[in-house]
């Protein structure tokens, strides 16, 4: 390994969209030669370099935490049904990361009580923070639903359905703004969008930012014979299949609610019924909805053979999103070959290449989604060219090697240079 030693800090080693980013990085890294090391509050895996908790207190703590964190949340009973994070549980993060001495902090996802934005101040080392959703630069909101208000000092909440002022997000932003004055650290965005979200923040504006994707093992994420990848899963091999993957139907972000009246009008247009939906992720609900075709549910899948099987099986991943950062399902369906149909918002435009890989439809316009992927279905030589072009735009930007190496060369840059505090700090 070389001298470079990063510790990277989230709150579970791979449960979560983040937290397998975030641990895929850490195995390029140290497939590269970096002696990275991970610290979470919950380890799922066994790799020696996931440092988790020890002892049986420990690990209970890490399973109460998330729920303790929300204590400060339920007080608003008319809030949004999404990740709101308060950050109020103490932790002794700064005391790990003392013995652990690593050259560099690197945090990802801290939510779910594992962190205190107090405790940034207190971990004596330069640090990098990659950024995978808002709440790093917002009042506690995960995904602001287009507000703003980070930009200025939060309060009178939408996601939290508050009226005043002083209400508990802007608690929360002043005791990030207090908290990280005169703090060493170099600001990673996965997308440009969320870049330009920091950049216009009130906490982050005055800080080094820097774009950096997510990367993908290309040898596991990688084209399987769909007839093959159609049998495992009992898939009709004579139909055409859109593919939409969501943990909850109810998940307004996800977008369900948009592709429900795409896919009715697809149906609509398909008299001889070639075309089928495949549903990962959620359940079938109790209550059938009529979208017009046959829907196959497949649930959760638990490993990564099981996915890369089923965008293979796919011929189209549609992703339709209102908010949405540098998706792990679209960069997943682009290695296996599948093009990929999203609205044209927030990362989506830094992977699918309009008309070379996917389809980019314009924002929240379901008659553009259906056009979109029925461009995509209609044509077989199109279909062969896109799915070439979406395997291609990962192997020329998002290799686990080349963005490994993008972040080796961050963490060079930061400790060959003087420590730093923001300007005006």
């Given amino acids: 390994m070389s001298e470079l030693k990063p510790l990277i800090v989230n709150a579970t080693d791979i449960q979560g969209g983040a937290a397998i ?14 002696d990275s090391s991970m610290l979470v509050q919950k380890k799922l895996t066994d790799d020696a370099n996931v440092l988790g908790p020890q002892t049986r207190y420990q690990k209970m703590l890490g399973q109460l935490k998330p729920h303790l964190d929300q204590l400060w949340v339920t007080q608003y009973n008319n809030r949004e049904a999404q990740l709101f994070s308060a950050a109020m549980i103490p932790d002794s993060i700064a005391t790990k990361i003392q013995g652990i001495n690593p050259d560099i902090v690197h945090l990802f996802w801290v939510a779910d009580g594992q962190m205190r934005p107090e405790t940034l101040r207190n971990l004596k080392k330069p640090i990098v923070w990659t950024l995978h959703d808002m709440w790093p630069f917002t009042g506690g909101c995960h995904y602001d639903g287009e507000c703003g208000k980070y930009s200025h000092s939060c309060g009178a909440c939408p996601v939290l359905h508050s009226s005043k002022e002083s209400d508990l997000s802007r608690w929360i932003w002043r005791r990030k703004h207090n908290a990280w004055r005169n703090v060493d650290m170099t600001v990673v965005a996965t997308s440009q969008w969320l870049a330009q979200c920091a950049r216009s923040s009130s906490l982050f504006g005055d800080y080094r930012i820097e774009v950096l994707p997510n990367g993908i093992d290309e040898s596991k994420y990688k084209p399987i014979d769909k007839a093959f990848a159609r049998d495992v899963y009992g898939l009709p091999k004579d139909k055409r299949l859109i593919l939409f993957s969501a943990g909850s139907l109810g998940d307004k972000r996800k977008g369900f609610q948009f592709l429900i009246p795409a896919l009715q009008s697809l149906a609509k247009s398909d008299k001889e019924s070639q075309v089928e939906a ?38 189209v991943l549609v992703a339709p999103s209102t908010q949405e950062n540098l998706s792990n399902t679209v960069m997943e369906s682009l290695a296996c070959g599948t093009p990929v149909v999203a609205f044209n918002i927030g990362g989506m435009p830094d992977m699918i290449d309009h008309q070379k890989n996917g389809y980019l439809a314009s924002a929240f316009d379901t008659h553009d989604l259906a056009s979109g992927i029925m461009w995509v279905l209609e044509s077989v030589n199109r279909r062969d060219m896109l799915s070439k072009n979406a395997r291609q735009t990962v192997l020329e930007r998002y290799t686990l090697e080349k963005v490994a190496n993008q972040y080796r060369a961050l963490y060079q840059s930061i400790l060959d240079q003087p420590s730093k505090s923001p300007a005006g700090s």
């Fill in 21 to 34: 980013a975030t641990y895929r990085l850490h195995q390029g890294l140290r497939r590269i030669g970096v």
């Fill in 278 to 315: 495949v549903i990962i992720g959620a359940s079938k609900p109790d209550r059938s909805m009529e979208l017009g075709m046959n829907v196959h549910y497949i649930g959760r899948l638990q490993d990564e053979i099981s996915q890369v099987l089923l965008y293979s099986a796919a011929d």
